[in-house]
């Protein structure tokens, strides 16, 4: 089973950009799709973006579409969100994802840590 490590979380104002990013090792990496999660205190566990096993398809919650750019690099075996234009909504921990199957909002067995994002107003 593939292993994930996050990073890249942070503190940024309404406004700014953060980038995470998230390294996988123990399988090939190809053989997944990536994706990226969020939970917020209080609430549930909720899809933010997919990204297929060779990059060609990208998939977004509504929440963060034109926001929000999910990429993979399949030479370092590591996926990235790129997040512009944060809310305050935005805030939670971020988890990285993978599935061996491109399924939009539903999550593989292969959970990371988790990286607190906070974005103040």
């Known amino acids: 089973q593939v292993q994930l490590v996050e990073s890249g979380g942070g503190l940024v104002q309404a406004g700014g950009s953060l980038r995470l990013s998230c390294a996988a090792s123990?399988?090939?990496?190809?053989?997944?799709?990536m994706g990226w999660y969020r939970q917020a205190p209080g609430k549930e566990r909720e899809f933010v973006a997919v990204?297929?096993?060779?990059?060609?398809?990208?998939y977004y919650a509504d929440s963060v579409k034109g926001r929000f750019t999910i990429s993979r690099d399949n030479a370092k075996n590591t996926v990235t969100l790129q997040m512009n234009s944060l809310k305050s909504e935005d805030t939670a921990v971020y988890y990285c994802?993978?599935?061996?199957?491109?399924?939009?909002?539903?999550?593989?067995?292969?959970w990371g840590q988790g990286t607190q994002v906070t974005v103040s107003s």
């Open positions: 994802n993978a599935n061996r199957r491109l399924q939009v909002t539903i999550p593989g067995a292969s």
């Open positions: 990204i297929s096993h060779r990059g060609g398809g990208t």
């Open positions: 123990g399988d090939t990496f190809t053989l997944y799709a």
